[in-house]
């Protein structure tokens, strides 16, 4: 019904900037808070950024002053800008939406869903 498909992660060195990009498609009616989320090996996956429909942002400390996270509601589409980046940023990013389906599954509620990942590489 729904997928959640991310690109442009790769490798950088510290210092480098990279942008991530996720689009929401599917039966989909609207598109509520988006956020992005990262794993590290042998970590639990932790909460980097989020932004609501109206576009409130919140971030981790960790990333805050240097990654920026957008939306483009009629793409349905996040963007995570990552600059001066660290080899402490190296994980899989994984983007997460909460969505209200379309007919004919509409009935109002927003459902939580995940992309599939995508890794950046920071290289020290």
């Known amino acids: 019904q729904v997928q959640l498909v991310e690109s442009g992660g790769g490798l950088a060195q510290a210092g480098d900037s990279l942008r991530l990009s996720c689009t929401v498609s599917?039966?989909?009616?609207?598109?509520?808070?988006m956020g992005w989320y990262r794993q590290a090996p042998g970590k639990a996956r932790e909460f980097v950024a989020i932004?609501?429909?109206?576009?409130?942002?919140n971030y981790a400390d960790s990333v805050k002053g240097r990654f920026t996270i957008s939306r483009d509601d009629a793409k349905n589409t996040v963007l995570l800008q990552m600059n001066s980046l660290k080899h402490e940023d190296t994980a899989v990013y994984y983007c997460?939406?909460?969505?209200?389906?379309?007919?004919?599954?509409?009935?109002?509620?927003?459902?939580?869903?995940w992309g599939q990942g995508t890794q950046v590489t920071v290289s020290s």
């Open positions: 599917g039966t989909v009616e609207s598109v509520d808070n």
């Open positions: 997460n939406a909460d969505v209200i389906l379309g007919d004919p599954y509409y009935d109002g509620r927003a459902r939580q869903y």
């Open positions: 932004i609501d429909r109206p576009g409130h942002t």
